[in-house]
């Protein structure tokens, strides 16, 4: 079951970031850190209403945010439609022992209804350039790669940026 997030579910959140941090570095992917995400970041993404959970029998085994706010990172993009009307996908994860079931297809499949349900132009999101996993994830989903930003704070590599026209 998809619902909304509350900030009751934020330390079963972080544990589960936390493990997906974890599982990434011993595959030598430096994507998130003890830095990000963040309690913080999750908080906020539930005073906006934009935190989404997935329950399995009980479990909380992922989350994703669906988020109307364009971060300045993405200003000098040069997205495929105007920076309006888009919504951002952020801080998708599914805990490691969950993984490949399908979970992150379906909180995707989630956002994209969601999307378009509500008019949206297009879904705009970034992914680690050293994951192959995320990369192969999104363009089979149908997202353009586009251009490069940075988060210095997390890793020196760049994120790239990818959007999907409604």
């Known amino acids: 079951m998809i619902r909304k997030g509350t900030n009751d579910d934020i330390y079963n959140i972080l544990v589960l970031t936390r493990a997906c941090a974890q599982d990434m570095m011993a595959k030598s992917i430096y994507q998130w850190n003890d830095i990000y995400p963040n309690r913080q970041a999750f908080l906020t993404d539930v005073e906006r209403n934009e935190l989404f959970v997935l329950e399995i029998e009980n479990a909380l085994v992922g989350c994703i945010t669906i988020s109307t706010f364009m971060d300045e990172v993405y200003l000098p993009v040069s997205w495929l439609t105007p920076n309006k009307n888009n919504i951002y996908i952020h801080r998708l994860a599914i805990h490691p022992k969950y993984q490949g079931n399908g979970y992150a297809q379906q909180l995707m499949a989630y956002a994209e209804n969601y999307a378009i349900r509500n008019n949206?132009?297009?879904?705009?999101?970034?992914?680690?350039?050293?994951?192959?996993?995320?990369?192969?994830?999104?363009?089979?989903?149908?997202?353009?790669?586009?251009?490069?930003?940075?988060?210095?704070?997390?890793s020196e590599f760049p994120f790239y940026c990818y959007e999907l026209i409604l």
């Open 120 to 154: 949206y132009a297009s879904i705009r999101l970034d992914t680690f350039s050293k994951n192959p996993r995320n990369l192969k994830f999104y363009e089979l989903r149908g997202y353009k790669r586009l251009e490069e930003v940075y988060f210095p704070r997390q």
